[in-house]
């Protein structure tokens, strides 16, 4: 089955490289396997949201959504690698980092959410030590690992894997050839699937089609999610009020996202015109690139305005140039996530589940005869991983 505007293209003269490419990723997989590289778990409930595809599957969305679902239950920390930073090592965001110090991904996290921590550090083991040992975080109850699907030296309690509808990793080729950063084989560490970016029509005979497609092991669950968008933010803390795109409106879509494609065909249908300006993912913007978008605005018949994504306007918000009319009418679009077939009470259930029962706090009240070795092969250490059978 291939997905109604399926994105998928594949570049099969490059095959051979990818043949080169699925070896070396083979081999590290297998490592990981057989314990000649090692994996660490911790004594803290770890839930790890990833995918492997190059470009975007909607890892943010659904990392926030974790977070709404347990910020106010406990105290939360989301650890990102900060893609694009200039800075090096663990850095813990505070209210003036900028997207230079921790990427705009985590900026825009740490903007939407204050009260939680926020911290960056390509190696994650480094990561969660430092989170859980130093003073100013010790107190932290679950860590959250943005795009961290592939980091074999975390054992996560909870693996959740996500694959975009109109990518789907089963009709994908290895890089360079397509966009999988290693086999499908690998969806097998994942304890839960998620097919994000679904069109909200979808029928039941899809689902049941998709299902069966996936051909996950008993021990997955699939869940299906879809995009939600809110009214639109003005980008200035200045301009009042949210709003709706409107029937009159000229809308310049500014992106530098992986997948611009489904934005754009959401918020065509609602608007008078869309003109689509788009950037590479997680692009810098230089001053002629500025240029570009103030001539591209003034361009516009008016009434007109600006659209951007939440992760662009972390960026936007830090640069110089733009002409005062873009930004008196620059707004941004937030994305949520809603799942599907009334799977969210499901969804939810599991993860609040995994949390209470493999918290710091559940460990300490239990007594020696729960936590010794059971026999001499035994190390003691708690199993980390989830399983879904006693659930």
Known sequence: MRTEGDLIEVNKWLSPLSFIYGMGVGMRNRMYELGIKKSRSFAIPVISVGNITVGGAGKTPHTEYLVRLLKDRMKVAVLSRGYKRKTKGYLLAD?????????????????????????????????????????ATSDVDVILLDDAYQHRRVKPGINILLVDYHRLIIYDKLLPAGRLREPEKGKERADMVIITKCPRDLKPMEYRVLTKAMNLRPYQDLFFTTIDYEPLCPILDTKEGKKEIETNDNVLMLTGIASPQQMEQDIAPLCKSLTALNFSDHHHFRQRDIERINEAFNDIPEPRIVVT?????????????????????IFVLPVDIKFMLGQEETFNNKILS??????????????????????????????????????
Not at 112 to 127: H, L, M, N, S
Not at 320 to 328: A, E, I, P, Q, T
């Open 95 to 135: 209210k003036d980092s900028t997207s230079e110090d921790i990427g705009d991904e985590p900026r825009q996290m740490k903007t939407k959410f204050p009260d939680i921590y926020i911290a960056v550090d390509a190696d994650r083991c480094e990561g969660i030590d430092r989170l859980t040992t130093d003073e």
């Open 354 to 391: 995994y949390v209470h029962k493999n918290s710091r706090n559940s460990i300490l009240v239990k007594t020696k005869d729960e936590i010794k070795p059971k026999d001499s092969n035994n190390t003691g250490e708690r199993p980390r991983r989830i399983s879904f059978k006693d659930n």
């Open 309 to 329: 994504t939440e992760k662009d306007a972390a960026r936007l918000k830090d640069i110089d140039g733009l002409s005062d009319d873009v930004r008196r009418n």
